[in-house]
């Protein structure tokens, strides 16, 4: 797949999800180890001259190892997170409602936490990371590229509002015009403490 899509027009990167927790061998079991994901990562590395961007697993034990993993095995960038290993239970029925009995937890409820694996793969890592997970707001966003994302992405907040990017791209220039900040590089890793009296304002 890799290699057909590197001779195919149009397609500027290849983001490789080796994180979905929702479908059988949906590659969540690359996530579950560092050297299946290098392995795997490796292997798209040698098949594309794409940025290759590699989507990595909350649902793992150190997001640091994995982030480092990935990196030596060829990455460009890393995304963080996908989905967090979620379970309804329907006490009527006594039966989990959803037909494959786990499911993908998105949006706000688990912003801490990808704030958190944002922070620690920035952090052990010299590639650029895409930080994801319960944005909602310019501000959500703001606070994701201090905890050092390079970029952000919006999902969830999608489904609510299918303009929530354009607000979210909005908030980002309000905070910045507000603060006098002049470039969103300024607030990556703002909040980390090496960055602390150094504010970008
Ligand atoms: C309905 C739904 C479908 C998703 N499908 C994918 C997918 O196909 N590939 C992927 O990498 N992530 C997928 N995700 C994960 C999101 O891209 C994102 O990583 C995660 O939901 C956290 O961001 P959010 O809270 O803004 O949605 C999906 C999420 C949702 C809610």
Redesign the pocket.
């Known amino acids: 797949m890799a290699a057909r899509l590197d001779r195919a027009e149009g397609v500027a990167a290849l983001?490789l999800?080796i994180?979905?927790p929702?479908v059988k061998e949906g590659g969540i079991a690359f996530s579950a180890s560092p050297e299946a994901a290098v392995r795997v990562t490796a292997a798209v590395r040698d098949r594309t001259r794409l940025p290759l961007i590699v989507?990595l697993s909350p649902n793992t034990g150190d997001i640091a190892a994995m982030a480092r993993a990935v990196e030596a095995a060829g990455a460009d960038a890393i995304?963080v997170?996908?989905?967090l290993v979620g379970l309804a239970i329907d006490a009527e029925r006594a039966r989990p409602v959803l037909g494959n009995t786990f499911g993908?937890l998105?949006?706000?409820a688990?912003?801490p936490v990808?704030l958190a694996m944002t922070w620690n793969a920035a952090r052990a890592v010299r590639i650029p990371v895409i930080g994801?997970?319960?944005?909602t707001t310019g501000r959500d966003a703001v606070e994701f590229l201090m905890a050092g994302a390079s970029a952000v992405?919006?999902?969830?907040?999608t489904?609510v509002d299918p303009l929530a990017p354009v607000r979210v791209i909005d908030g980002i220039a309000a905070f910045m015009a507000g603060k006098g900040v002049a470039r969103v590089g300024d607030l990556v890793g703002a909040a980390w403490p090496e960055r602390r009296g150094a504010r970008p304002w």
Do not use: L
């Open positions: 983001e999800n994180s979905c929702n989507k995304s997170i996908n989905t993908g998105s949006g706000p688990v912003k990808a994801m997970g319960g944005i992405a919006v999902g969830t907040a489904f």
